[in-house]
């Protein structure tokens, strides 16, 4: 029997609360059940598994991080789209490092497609659109930002860039204007 008070929706957010303060490996039932006060068994009528609530931690992570995405995204191109969509990925692990790391759980590919991985390709690919790349060029476009913009917010936030100048700010910038410069002029490709 499901304890009163307590929902699917309610222990994911806390399971998600946790993450960001705790850190995303750091979540599981036993942590969500304690900062409820009642025991693991409760939580059974509404999570399978530690695994459960991390997919559902991770789904709802990549609906927030849409959600944001397609409002910064809003009657802008070019440029200004590319640094409105890597802005967001950077804000939201600097506010939830925790639900930030759940984006790049392993989810199975029937998960992933009915979760919100397919609206973030739908934006990336919105953006993109901006720079006139070829159709089948897209895929390679898609998986460079994804890989740059993921990488070094991941090694910001891991301190890898705390000792040494220029500010990460600067750097950040440059990185957007080297990725608008490549996709503004990208290569050709080599059919060997």
Known sequence: M????????????AG???????G???VTLSEVARRFDVKVASLYSHLKNSHDLK???ALLALEELADRAADALA???GRDAL???????RDYAREHPGRYDATRFRLDAATAAAGAGPRHARMTRAVLRGYDLPGAEETHAVRLLGA???G???????GGFDHSAPDTEATWSRTIDALDSLLRNWPAPDHH
């Open 2 to 13: 499901a304890r009163a008070g307590l929902s699917t929706g309610l222990l994911v957010r």
């Open 16 to 22: 998600a609360d946790l993450a960001d303060e705790a």
């Open 24 to 26: 995303f490996e750091h």
């Open 55 to 57: 997919t559902r931690i």
């Open 75 to 77: 009657g802008r191109s």
């Open 83 to 89: 640094a409105a969509l890597a802005d967001v990925y």
């Open 148 to 150: 740059t913009l993921h």
């Open 152 to 158: 070094y917010v991941s090694l910001e936030m891991g």
